[in-house]
C-alpha cells in the first residue's frame, strides 16, 4: 500500500464537498477518480498533497502526513503552468533546487526524453502549445523519479491527438517506468482506456471502487450503471 | 527664431567640446539619480516583499499609503527634507543642506514609493499556481519566493527605470535642498530652470538636449525590454 485515505471529510461553509473518502492504492497501480465536474476530484488530490486540510487521515507509504509538501510524490494541476523561462530550465527545477549535478540532470533528462518527446528544450516555455505544455508539466514531474503521481484532468482541453499522446504516454510511465499515478478524470472513457481500478466520486461520495473489468462490465452500484450510461446530468 | 537656431548650434558646439560645466552639471545630477536609486532599490525591495509575501496587520494601511506616496509632489519632499536637514531641524547638526547628499536623501523618498509600489504590484499579480507549481516541486519557501521574484522581473527592472525617470527629471525637491550651487550642487534640471531666468538660452539647451537624450534612453532601454521575450 502506497497511499491511504482514511475518512477524508471537508466543508466549505455549508457545503460538504468530501465525504468521509476512503480508499487505498498499491504500489504501481493505476488508479483513477472519476467523477463530474464538482464532484471534489481537485479538492481531494490538494488534500492529499497537503495543499488544502481537511479532517481524516493520509498515510504515505505508511507515514502519516501531516504538512509540507510529500517527498516521493508529485501532482500536475490542472491547467499547469509553465516558468517563464527556457523549457529546460522548467523541466530541470525540481532537480536544480536539489543541488543534483550537471550530470545527474543530464542522465535523468535522457530517460525522461524518452519517454516525453519534446522537440525545442531552448525554447521559452511560455510559448508551448496546449499540448506541448502538458508534456513539459509531465517531464517536469517525472524528473523527480516520483514514487506516486497524481493528475488533474491531464488532457481537459486538448484535441484528440494530443490526449491520445498524453494517455499514451501516462500508460508508459506506469507500466513500463513502474510508476503509481492517481489520476482525476471526468472522461469515462480515458479512465477506462487507463485504470487498473476507479473509484466514482460524485458530489463528494464515494459511490463505488472497483477494478476496471467490475466497474465497466458489472458495477457494483445501480448509481454507477446510471452513471455510464449518461444518465447522471452533469 | 534666430535666437533659437543659434542657441542650437551654441548647445552643439557646448555638448561636442565636452564644455567642463556642462561636463560637471551632467555627472552630479547622474551621481545623485543614481545613488538615489540604487539605495531605493536596496530600502524598497525588502518593503515589496513583505507586502507580497507576508499577511501582517495594517497590510492594507501601508499598501495604501505605498500607493499614494508614490504620487507625491517632489517640491512637498524638498520642504519636508529641507526642514528636517536645516540647522533647527531633528537632523540639522549633520550640516547636509546643500549638498549632493541632501539631493540624494530627497530623491530617495520620491524614489522609495515608486520602487517598491510597482516591484509589489508586479509579484502580487502573479498567478498563484506559480508558487503551488514550485512548492510541489520540492522548493521551500525562500526558494520558491526566489522563483515568484524570477517570474516578476519584468516589472521589477520597470520599477527601477520608473524610479530613474522621476528622480533624473525632478526639480522641485533638489532645487529646495540642494540650493543650485555651481560646480557643487547644481543638476540638469535646477541649471535649465536658472539659465532660462537669465536668458542663457544656449547652455539651458544643451542642458535640456541631454536630458532628453537621458529620458529618450531611458525609454528605449524601457520598451526594447519589455518588448523582448524573456531570455532564460
Ligand atoms: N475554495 C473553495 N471555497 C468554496 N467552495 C469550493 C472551494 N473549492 C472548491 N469548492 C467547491 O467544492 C466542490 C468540488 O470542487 P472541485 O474539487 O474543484 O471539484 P472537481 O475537481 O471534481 O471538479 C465544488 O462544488 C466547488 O464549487
Ligand atoms: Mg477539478
Known amino acids: 500500500m502506497i497511499l491511504e485515505l482514511k475518512g477524508i471529510t471537508k466543508t466549505y461553509g455549508q457545503q460538504k464537498v468530501l465525504d468521509s473518502v476512503c480508499f487505498s492504492v498499491g504500489k504501481p497501480e493505476f488508479f483513477t477518480i472519476l467523477g463530474p465536474s464538482g464532484a471534489g476530484k481537485t479538492t481531494l488530490l490538494k488534500i492529499i498533497t497537503g495543499f ?16 509540507g509538501f510529500p517527498e516521493g510524490m508529485v501532482i500536475g494541476f490542472q491547467n499547469p503552468i509553465m516558468f517563464n523561462t527556457s523549457v529546460f530550465n522548467n523541466i530541470t527545477y525540481g532537480l536544480k533546487i536539489r543541488k543534483k549535478t550537471s550530470n545527474y540532470i543530464e542522465g535523468k533528462l535522457r530517460d525522461v526524453l524518452h519517454i516525453v518527446r519534446i522537440n525545442d528544450l531552448k525554447r521559452n516555455a511560455l510559448s508551448l502549445s496546449g499540448g506541448e505544455v502538458q508534456r513539459v508539466a509531465l517531464a517536469r514531474l517525472l524528473m523527480l523519479d516520483p514514487e506516486l503521481i ?16 498524453i494517455e499514451h504516454i501516462l500508460h508508459k510511465v506506469n507500466k513500463e517506468m513502474g510508476k503509481t499515478i492517481i489520476l482525476a478524470t471526468h472522461n469515462i472513457n480515458q479512465a477506462k482506456r487507463l485504470s487498473d481500478r476507479l473509484m466514482l466520486l460524485i458530489d463528494g461520495r464515494t459511490v463505488e471502487i472497483s477494478d476496471n473489468e467490475t466497474f465497466f462490465n458489472k458495477p457494483k452500484s445501480a448509481e454507477t450503471s446510471r452513471f455510464l450510461k449518461g444518465d447522471i446530468v452533469w | 527664431m534666430g535666437v533659437i537656431i543659434e ?96 539631493m540624494i536623501i530627497a530623491q530617495l523618498i520620491i524614489v522609495i514609493p515608486i520602487i517598491a509600489a510597482i516591484s509589489y504590484n508586479s509579484i502580487s499579480s502573479l498567478d498563484s499556481r506559480l508558487k503551488e507549481t514550485a512548492v510541489s516541486l520540492g522548493a521551500n519557501n525562500l526558494q520558491a519566493m526566489w522563483l515568484l521574484i524570477m517570474e516578476a522581473r519584468k516589472g521589477i527592472v520597470t520599477s527601477i527605470i520608473a524610479g530613474f525617470g522621476a528622480a533624473i527629471s525632478e526639480v522641485g525637491a533638489i532645487f529646495i535642498v540642494g540650493g543650485n550651487i555651481r560646480f557643487h550642487t547644481r543638476a540638469l534640471t535646477t541649471a535649465i530652470m536658472l539659465e532660462t531666468r537669465r536668458g542663457q538660452f544656449e547652455l539651458a539647451i544643451a542642458l535640456g538636449i541631454i536630458l532628453l537624450a537621458m529620458a529618450f534612453a531611458v525609454n528605449i532601454i524601457l520598451t526594447r525590454y519589455q518588448a523582448r521575450g524573456i531570455p532564460r
Open chain 1, 52 to 67: 488544502i486540510s481537511s479532517s481524516g487521515t493520509v498515510h504515505f507509504k505508511g507515514r502519516r502526513l501531516n504538512n
Open chain 1, 150 to 165: 497524481l493528475l488533474d484532468e491531464p488532457t481537459a482541453h486538448l484535441d484528440p491527438s494530443n490526449v491520445g499522446n
Open chain 2, 7 to 102: 542657441g542650437f548650434v551654441e548647445a552643439s558646439r557646448l555638448i561636442l567640446t565636452l564644455d567642463p560645466e556642462i561636463v560637471a552639471i551632467t555627472w552630479l545630477s547622474l551621481k545623485v539619480s543614481v545613488s538615489a536609486v540604487v539605495l531605493g532599490f536596496i530600502l524598497a525591495m525588502p518593503i515589496a516583499l513583505a507586502l507580497s509575501f507576508y499577511n501582517f496587520p495594517g497590510k492594507q494601511f501601508l499598501v495604501n499609503i505605498v500607493n499614494t506616496l508614490m504620487g507625491l509632489p517632489p517640491v512637498v519632499v524638498g520642504l519636508f527634507v529641507y526642514l528636517i536637514l536645516s540647522a533647527s531641524g531633528p537632523l540639522g547638526f549633520m550640516q547636509l543642506l546643500y549638498s549632493p547628499a541632501a
